[in-house]
């Protein structure tokens, strides 16, 4: 079992920076890849990022490259997501999640463990 609880989601205005953490607990948090994905209204649950178990792979979905930045602190046991140059389509819950198996996917359903989700929103 893995519990994951996501913090730092907030308004800010366009252009403007947030950075979310995601805290792991429950397994050894060194042996498995980490993903964030986000959901807007209305819409699916899409990736965003991903990070292998080392830190030493990161994988970002087109739309963010440039502006985002995961990163893990296995010390911590702690996941990042800083984001820049934030836009008004950036807004969403956003979910962490962990891969148990893999070294870290777009694929939402390799995902064995969820958190429960931090809104972010972006005002233009």
């Known amino acids: 079992q893995v519990q994951l609880v996501e913090s730092g989601g907030g308004l800010v205005q366009a252009g403007g920076s947030l950075r979310l953490s995601c805290a792991a607990s429950?397994?050894?948090?060194?042996?498995?890849?980490m993903g964030w994905f986000r959901q807007a209204p209305g819409k699916e649950r899409d990736f965003v990022a991903a990070?292998?178990?080392?830190?030493?792979?990161?994988y970002y979905t087109d739309s963010v490259k440039g502006r985002f930045t995961i990163s893990r602190d296995n010390a911590k046991n702690t996941v990042y997501l800083q984001m820049n140059k934030l836009k008004p389509e950036d807004t969403a819950v956003y979910y962490c999640?962990?891969?148990?198996w893999g070294l870290g996917s777009n694929n939402r359903d390799v995902y064995d463990y969820w958190g429960k989700g931090t809104q972010v929103t972006v005002s233009s």
């Open positions: 999640a962990a891969d148990l």
């Open positions: 429950g397994r050894t948090f060194s042996s498995y890849a």
């Open positions: 990070i292998s178990w080392s830190g030493s792979s990161t």
